[in-house]
Structure formats: structure tokens, C-alpha cells
């Protein structure tokens, strides 16, 4: 009996285990499910506010009491951030302070959870990870990181008469090439990367039309830059560069 009982007990403790350990939040954004992944959001600096919209879904049986809370890796100077999750709070908030209940089965509708980001007239690569988590189980969680890149005015990056294209991308500290073609008439171009602090950490003159640039990464610290076809003083195009 002595052995039944402490094997009943142990299924006992791992069933209570995997229960604690189950995760009952999911982040859905724009219809698709984004948790624990990565998104982009690019924006020109003329974009005073910049919205993001999350709904969070309750997976499990049982209503769950669910707090939010940012950490904010790297940041635009000068620029400010807020998330609301019930209630919307002051930029230096990183924890909501009251819990939101989330009914078993329920998915929040689009004016509960939200991130805000103000770049306030700065350009530059902000990285910022949202979570939200069980208040009673806070290994409960589920996150998104959030890569904001704030672009200068008039980069056109929809315009189909400039081409840019780096590769491989993401690097790991390798040979990155470069494949760009300006339209007719441009001259006295230039081809720039620049660190997220915006920082010219490279620069070439474009003679030709078109061609194939080729640059060595392998001393490049790890993080997003920003690399920019210029003529003029004016910036034709303007994509990110991730050196890992």
C-alpha cells in the first residue's frame, strides 16, 4: 500500500506540475498569432503616433487575471513610448497596475491592449518586448518584441525607380552585398549605413547607374542599421541591415 499511495502521489505532483506550467495566453495581431516572435513596424519620422493593436486570447477553462508589462531594450532619443491595457498609462509605467480578467475562451477586443510610440521628430531603431502574464502564475506568459524603425522624411521607400537590396540579411558578420539601381538623371550619389544611433558608420560615391556594393560586417558591433541610397542631400531609399 506504502508503494501505491507515493506512486499515486507522484502522478499526483507531475499532473499539478504540468498544469502550473501549461500556457494559456496566445498574442494575435492583424489576425495572425505573433507569440513570442518578432515584429516590424517602419514609419517616417513625419508620423507623430504610431499604433500597434494586440488581442490577447484566454486558452484555458478558467478566467484569468492578467497584467502587462514592457521592457525597452533600445531606444530613440528624444522619442517617448506608452502601452494601454485597460486603462492607458504615463510613459515611464512598465507594469500595468491593476489586473485585466480574461473570461476562459475570450479574446480581447482592439481597445484593450496597445502599445503607442511617439518618435517626436527623431529618427533611429527602437526595440521594446510587451508581456502579458497570469497574475496567480507569472511563468504563464506570452511576449512580442517589437522592432520600431523610424525613417527620415522623403525616403521613398515605395518609389519602383530605386532599387536596394542587401545580402545575406541578417548577417553574421560576414560579406554583405549590396544590389541597388537609380533612375535616370540622378547624380552625384551615395551609398551610407548608419548605426541605430544615427551614426554614418560607412560610406561610398556611386558612380554607375546600377550595380553591387560589397561590405565587410565582420567589425561591426551586433544590432540594426540603417543603409541609405543618397543623391543630392536627399535620401532615395532607406532599408534596415540586421548584423548579428
Known amino acids: ?20 506550467n501549461a500556457q494559456s495566453l496566445t498574442l494575435s495581431h492583424n489576425g495572425e498569432e505573433v507569440s513570442n516572435t518578432e515584429i516590424n513596424v517602419d514609419e517616417s519620422v513625419s508620423v507623430n503616433d504610431i499604433k500597434v493593436i494586440f488581442n490577447i486570447t484566454n486558452t484555458s477553462e478558467f478566467a484569468i487575471d492578467v497584467k502587462a508589462k514592457k521592457n525597452v531594450r533600445t531606444d530613440i532619443e528624444g522619442s517617448y513610448n506608452t502601452f494601454c491595457f485597460g486603462s492607458c498609462f504615463p510613459p515611464h509605467t512598465v507594469e500595468s497596475p491593476d ?37 496567480d502564475n507569472p511563468d504563464d506568459n506570452v511576449s512580442v518584441t517589437i522592432n520600431f524603425t523610424i525613417l527620415p522624411t522623403g525616403i521613398g521607400l515605395n518609389k519602383k ?50 550595380g553591387k556594393i560589397e561590405i565587410s560586417t565582420n567589425s561591426f558591433p551586433k544590432g540594426v542599421y540603417l543603409y541609405s541610397i543618397e543623391a543630392s542631400g536627399t535620401r532615395l531609399a532607406t532599408k534596415r541591415l540586421i548584423v548579428r
Open 1 to 20: 500500500m506504502k508503494i501505491k499511495s507515493s506512486l499515486i502521489a507522484i502522478v499526483l505532483t507531475l499532473c499539478g506540475a504540468s498544469l502550473v
Open 99 to 135: 489586473p485585466y480578467t480574461i473570461n476562459a475562451g475570450e479574446t480581447t477586443g482592439d481597445e484593450v491592449f496597445y502599445v503607442q510610440f511617439y518618435p517626436e521628430v527623431n529618427t533611429g531603431v527602437a526595440q521594446i518586448v510587451y508581456e502579458v502574464f497570469n497574475v
Open 161 to 210: 525607380d530605386v532599387g536596394l537590396r542587401a545580402y545575406p540579411n541578417p548577417t553574421a558578420g560576414e560579406l554583405v552585398y549590396v544590389d541597388y539601381s537609380l533612375p535616370k538623371g540622378v547624380s552625384n550619389a551615395s551609398f551610407s549605413l548608419y548605426n541605430m544611433l544615427g551614426v554614418k558608420v560607412y560610406e561610398m560615391a556611386i558612380e554607375n547607374s546600377s
